[in-house]
């Protein structure tokens, strides 16, 4: 393989090594295909072969820094697992060989970082190389045992770069794997580790310092020294603290006060100091004193010296996870989590510590399980194992609603940290699923997809094994998708929509529909659910209506059916509501004109005539108008009169007005659904028409041909949000656009069926000016499908407008 080519062969290493948990095929095509590139045995004068697959190996780990390495553990496991039983071993021999090769090449590039020119590129290589030493050291730590004493020096890295940091790192997880494997290691090695480790204290050195010692050394007198000479600074500068708070002590050692705060906790974290080993005879508990002084902290007034004490806190929390039901603590954490003004960065490590915690529960676990399989007849581990998963689950039930309440939050960072708690709490069964359903389905509508995926995978298995949970939750998931939407939403004047703004325009509830949508019952019940919010009685706000009618517009529809349906509940919502709608406003104007109307003895004559007239201008303004066309000509001039004389009869307040306009935009909206649909999937007004819901579900299984170019834009509403009518003062535009509104609701109403009684051209007239209202209702747009469907859907001579259908008629 020649060297330019290598970038491009690590992208495709990269794309094909991500399969490696697909399906049962895709699976195994990937093992194969790296157990002949990376683990099928070398020949050993073939170094440039050699190089060649370290130099692959190394790129496709260093590609996959940022996204994890969950992929290298997996593959070498299975191909691991598939040879266990085999008298030969292949990839154990390349493991072997592999192992060894990186060691060499560790040290080559150690060599080569005295040259400046490629300083950059062989420190990132070393990283590399350590961090793939470390993969194969958490499947089989064997290979490194040998190693150890060549490793153990890089503990000694001067820490001035990420990279190095990096190194320190991945070397003190090698080692903590592998120096417990050690047999007689010498005691000047082991001497050395805990010494390079304690002047480290990062917390992978802390970790590794725990192994060397709890399994090998027994050097509990070396770290209780240790924790005391942190443990001493921190209660000396707590001291100083309480006397004086405007001291500038504190100030002047912070640097001192964060390290004490983190040592302190990380210690704690790998060693119980409450046992004798540790404190001998004492009787004070070193929990509650360290309790006590990381607590204290928290109240600091610096954020950095309150973080470094809740990442204490978190590691404490590890050994001694009874802590968390402290009154205490739980204040702390579910203030920081609750308030919304709180800093993100305290947000995020709570959410840390709870998932670090989750995590290490979850190693616990597995451990307990391996370990009971070896020892199955001599201890009941598994009762062990069930006591710490109840502790675990009374902790979430602490903590869950608060964590849930993170999804709604402006920063992704938060709103990341909490998906990955509820993921893990999930995952180890600890509370009852049916709670987190709406909040997935929440977090299903997150902009980054890593985020959707995740929650939408939580989802499937949710209902995998619990079926009927996601059709149980879905509206109330849909209400709370908007207002994490809402959350998210960084420009208040824009109205939240409800599907993604690029090229595809899917619903951002999409996957929860493809869910439903396979149960015919399912989907009618969730659809209807969501048309009823639109009902003039259910006062849903206007803007989650938007976002509803943006999910229906936009919904992955597969068959005929299914905006059938709705296109049949749009109808009859809209005859009940809309009459409701003008009944409402009718009787406030007549109610309201007869509380203005209180006429004396002498002015009895005038106000009856003016009585009159103003009856008569209404009763003219409330005739079809296909009767007065007869008498007027002119239909502009006469729509004119028509608002001239209701706005004669309007009242001086405005609040009808305001609570007609917010009311009729459900309605608005689902005539411009209605009519999206029907351009969208090319039906005529026979087919809906002649569509009935009792139908046998084979009669529309049909596919739908989806038009290209057909978008959902309601301007109308968009229009009534942005101007923010609701809350606007009342012009008297405004007023006359709210009447003519009214005016064509009533004429819509009026020809909501075509009269089949009447003639042929008074049938005309009627869907002539049933098509004028909507058409003005959605603000210009022409209501006409731009084309009707094929063969069998044929109108049978019956209008092709963009009306209403027949509702009364059914």
């Not at 603590?329 to 995020?348: A, E, F, G």
């Not at 997935?440 to 209902?463: C, F, H, W, Y």
């Not at 051209?761 to 209501?783: C, D, H, M, Y």
Request: one cysteine or more; aromatic letters at 8%; a negative charge.
């Amino acid at each position: 393989i020649e060297q330019p080519t290598f970038p491009k062969i690590t992208e495709m290493c990269v794309k094909m090594i991500r399969r490696v948990n697909d399906e049962e095929g895709i699976k195994k095509l990937v093992n194969e295909t790296f157990q002949k590139l990376w683990f099928t045995p070398t020949l050993h004068h073939d170094k440039e072969a050699m190089t060649r697959k370290i130099l692959n190996i190394t790129d496709v780990v260093a590609a996959c820094r940022d996204t994890g390495y969950d992929w290298f553990e997996q593959l070498l496991q299975n191909l691991l697992k598939s040879e266990e039983d085999a008298s030969y071993k292949p990839v154990k021999k390349a493991c072997t060989q592999l192992v060894d090769n990186l060691v060499e090449h560790i040290l080559k590039y150690e060599e080569s970082l005295s040259d400046s020119d490629n300083k950059g590129v062989n420190s990132g290589r070393l990283v590399a190389c350590i961090t793939t030493l470390f993969l194969f050291s958490k499947i089989r730590p064997q290979l490194m045992v040998k190693h150890a004493m060549t490793m153990q020096p890089y503990l000694t890295t001067k820490c001035s770069t990420q990279n190095d940091f990096m190194v320190i790192c991945n070397v003190a997880k090698i080692l903590e794997l592998v120096v417990p494997l050690m047999e007689h290691p010498s005691e000047t090695f082991l001497a050395t580790i805990e010494e390079d480790l304690m002047k480290l204290v990062v917390q992978h050195c802390v970790s590794c310092l725990g192994a060397v010692v709890n399994k090998v050394t027994q050097n509990y007198k070396f770290v209780w020294a240790c924790f005391n000479r942190y443990y001493g600074a921190l209660s000396k500068l707590k001291s100083q603290h309480q006397e004086d708070p405007n001291s500038t002590i504190l100030t002047a050692n912070k640097p001192a006060l964060l390290r004490s705060l983190f040592t302190v906790g990380a210690l704690c974290r790998h060693f119980d100091f409450d046992q004798e080993d540790f404190k001998g005879n004492s009787k004070v508990n070193i929990k509650d004193k360290v309790l006590e002084l990381l607590m204290y902290f928290t109240k600091h007034s610096d954020e950095e010296v309150q973080t470094k004490a809740i990442i204490g806190l978190g590691f404490a929390f590890i050994q001694h996870p009874s802590l968390m039901f402290e009154q205490e603590v739980k204040t702390l954490y579910n203030s920081i989590l609750s308030d919304k003004n709180c800093s993100v960065n305290l947000k995020i490590q709570v959410l840390k510590n709870l998932q670090t915690y989750l995590q290490e529960e979850d190693t616990r676990m597995q451990q307990a399980d391996r370990d009971w399989k070896k020892v199955a007849k001599q201890e009941d581990l598994k009762e062990m194992g069930d006591i710490s998963s109840g502790m675990s689950s009374s902790i979430m039930q602490l903590y869950l609603k608060q964590v849930l309440e993170a999804f709604f939050h402006t920063q992704s960072s938060v709103r990341h940290f909490a998906l990955n708690v509820i993921a893990l709490t999930l995952n180890q069964g600890l509370i009852h699923p049916v709670q987190c359903v709406p909040y997935l389905i929440a977090m299903g509508t997150d902009p980054e997809p890593s985020m959707r995926n995740k929650a939408d995978q939580q989802l499937v298995e949710i209902d995998k094994k619990y079926a009927g949970f996601i059709h149980m939750k879905a509206v109330a998931g849909m209400k709370m998708s908007y207002q994490v939407q809402q959350a998210i939403n960084t420009c208040p004047q824009d109205p939240v929509r409800g599907f993604r703004h690029d090229e595809s325009s899917n619903a951002l509830c999409s996957h929860l529909y493809s869910m439903i949508r396979g149960n015919r019952q399912h989907r009618r019940a969730f659809l209807i659910s969501l048309l009823n919010l639109f009902d003039d009685t259910a006062k849903t706000e206007v803007n989650m209506l938007l976002y509803i009618a943006d999910n229906l517009a936009c919904f992955p529809y597969q068959t005929q059916e299914e905006p059938l349906f709705i296109m049949h509940h749009i109808d009859i919502t809209l005859s009940v509501s809309g009459s409701n709608l003008l009944q409402s406003f009718k009787e406030s104007m007549v109610k309201d004109k007869k509380k203005e109307r209180k006429p004396s003895s002498d002015e009895e004559t005038d106000s009856d005539s003016n009585s009159g007239s103003e009856s008569k201008s209404e009763e003219e303004a409330s005739k079809p108008r296909r009767l007065r066309k007869r008498v007027n000509s002119d239909s502009d001039s006469d729509e004119e009169n028509d608002i001239n004389a209701v706005m004669k009869c309007l009242p001086e307040n405005s609040a009808p007005l305001i609570e007609f306009a917010n009311v009729s935009q459900g309605i608005l909206l689902l005539l411009m659904l209605k009519q999206h649909l029907k351009n969208l999937c090319g039906f005529s007004d026979s087919k809906i028409q002649k569509y009935s819901p009792s139908e046998s579900a084979k009669v529309y299984d049909k596919a739908i041909n989806r038009k290209t170019g057909v978008h959902f834009h309601p301007k109308q509403t968009l229009d009534f949000l942005r101007s923010d009518m609701a809350n606007s003062k009342i012009t008297e535009e405004v007023k006359r656009s709210i009447v003519k509104q009214y005016l064509d609701f009533k004429l819509l109403m009026e020809h909501l069926d075509p009269d089949e009684e009447e003639e042929d051209g008074e049938v005309s007239a009627s869907t002539n000016a049933r098509n004028k209202a909507i058409t003005s209702l959605l603000g210009g747009g022409s209501p006409k499908n731009n084309a009707a469907e094929t063969e069998d859907d044929e109108s049978d001579g019956e209008d092709r407008g963009g009306g209403t259908s027949g509702v009364r008629r059914r």
